[in-house]
């Protein structure tokens, strides 16, 4: 029975990717910063462990504790929203911290035993808004755009070692927790200058009504750890398979 690591499993894309994998007897390791044991339904195969992505022991910790992994799911994320201008520093290196090198840091910590194994699979989720510019998600975009150009350089390094990696592409999912944990991250980073622009923006995802379910990208997470034909990247959405499909 194959082992699946899941962060960011409190919630959203994570913990249907987890409860996905669960239904199809795989051993699951599902990980949050604070655990909870009553969001997942009991099963011997599964354990739920604490981790913060953005502490090097809480990584190490975590991983020991899973091993082996056949998969490893870098999910954990978090939103970000706002005009560069109404963004600080500081708000800035924590999107960077959790959504770009949280997932090297979770890749490097599995490395060497896929790498000893020669198996493997690791999947990043990264977002569509990185296939077409959008205004308000500058710092958000280059977090994961950054993800998707440092999965394309580090397959080829992993290839000599039958170690796969592939992205996954959700897009908008208001049925999430995203937009709502993103919301204090939000409110400042509207500069009063900005605000008739994110009224146009904020109307036109009402208009919208092609959208990701979670479902969408537990299924193409499932694709991309068992297929070993899947392309490296992976559109989950209908809203992120059609913007896909436009560039």
Not at 105 to 117: C, Y
Not at 131 to 141: C, E
Request: hydrophobic share 45%; glycine share 6%; aromatic share 6%.
């Amino acid at each position: 029975m194959k082992t699946v690591l899941i962060t960011g499993c409190s919630s959203g894309f994570g913990l249907e990717t987890a409860r996905y994998f669960l239904a199809r007897d795989w051993q699951v390791v599902a990980t949050m910063r604070t655990p909870r044991e009553d969001l997942l339904p009991r099963s011997e195969h599964l354990r739920v462990i604490a981790l913060d992505v953005t502490d090097p022991d809480s990584i190490r910790q975590a991983v020991e504790a899973a091993e082996p992994i056949d998969v490893l799911v870098n999910n954990a994320g978090i939103g970000m929203l706002g005009a560069l201008e109404g963004t600080s520093m500081e708000t800035a290196r924590d999107v960077f911290e959790t959504n770009t090198l949280g997932t090297m840091a979770m890749i490097q910590a599995v490395l060497p035993q896929f790498r000893q194994r020669k198996a493997g699979v690791i999947v990043n989720v990264t977002s569509s808004v990185t296939l077409k510019p959008l205004p308000l998600l500058s710092v958000y975009t280059a977090s994961k755009a950054a993800v998707n150009a440092f999965t394309e350089s580090l397959a080829l390094e992993l290839q000599q070692f039958n170690v796969r990696v592939n992205l996954v592409l959700p897009g908008r999912a208001p049925e999430t927790r995203f937009g709502e944990n993103a919301k204090p991250r939000i409110q400042s980073g509207i500069p009063e200058a900005y605000a008739d622009l994110a009224k146009s923006v904020f109307a036109g995802w009402g208009q919208s009504s092609a959208v990701t379910r979670a479902q969408d990208v537990a299924e193409a997470v499932w694709r991309a750890a068992n297929d070993p034909s899947s392309p490296v990247r992976i559109a989950a959405g209908a809203d992120a398979v059609a913007l896909a499909e436009s560039c």
